[in-house]
T-cell receptor
Framework: QKEVEQNSGPLSVPEGAIASLNCTYS??????FFWYRQYSGKSPELIMS????GDKEDGRFTAQLNKASQYVSLLIRDSQPSDSATYLC??????????FGGGTRLMVKP | NAGVTQTPKFQVLKTGQSMTLQCAQD?????MYWYRQDPGMGLRLIYY???????DKGEVPNGYNVSRLNKREFSLRLESAAPSQTSVYFC?????????FGSGTRLTVV
């Protein structure tokens, strides 16, 4: 059973702080990694994708991947109340399917 | 606007009734997916279609059937609805940068 694990939270951070969201996965053959944001009552939307070890930055978001440790993370700098949502980690193996973690609920307090 | 369109957005069924959830995409993607999302369970794959004319079971297929009518459309049918099928259902397509989700169908079976 391929697994993607996330702490369900809630993770509470003050406005302007860095939010760090973590994800581990079980399948060493995993090739692609995605972070989705889901607001309450809405569908998931893609924030970041990462395919190779290291960091990938896009605006206030940085995705980090460590395949040796089977670990992927998402950093949100200068967190805003509008960032309050559930963040889903997803992993793609050789097939064209994503396996999702249960999501981490982030709360950014003004 | 390009994207994934799901209908209906909301539905209430009585136990034993049947219904079909519709999904259509105009992104010219080959692969399409049906997920259900339940509190604490994350997104779970029901069925998927790698290309027109093919369908395969996912993690939780029991109680559901699908039809890939053409490249654009992928429908999900509940033949005899059960309260355990109360959930939010998402259709998704796979592109070069991950999944694009429809807006979801909130189904309640009473």
């Amino acid at each position: 059973q391929k697994e993607v694990e996330q702490n369900s939270g809630p993770l509470s951070v003050p406005e302007g702080a860095i939010a760090s969201l973590n994800c581990t996965y079980s399948d060493r053959g995993s090739q692609s990694f995605f972070w989705y944001r889901q607001y309450s009552g809405k569908s998931p939307e893609l924030i970041m994708s990462i395919y190779s070890n290291g960091d990938k930055e896009d605006g206030r978001f940085t995705a980090q991947l460590n395949k040796a440790s089977q670990y992927v993370s998402l950093l949100i700098r200068d967190s805003q109340p509008s960032d309050s949502a559930t963040y889903l980690c997803a992993v793609k193996e050789w097939s064209n399917m994503l396996t999702f973690g249960g999501g981490t609920r982030l709360m950014v307090k003004p | 606007n390009a994207g994934v369109t799901q209908t209906p957005k909301f539905q209430v069924l009585k136990t034993g009734q049947s219904m079909t959830l519709q999904c259509a995409q105009d992104m010219n993607h080959n692969s399409m997916y049906w997920y259900r999302q339940d509190p604490g369970m994350g997104l779970r794959l029901i069925y998927y279609s790698a290309s027109e004319g093919t369908t395969d079971k996912g993690e939780v297929p029991n109680g559901y059937n699908v039809s890939r009518l053409n490249k654009r459309e992928f429908s999900l049918r509940l033949e005899s609805a059960a309260p355990s099928q109360t959930s939010v259902y998402f259709c998704a397509t796979l592109g070069d940068y991950g999944y694009t989700f429809g807006s979801g169908t909130r189904l309640t079976v009473v």
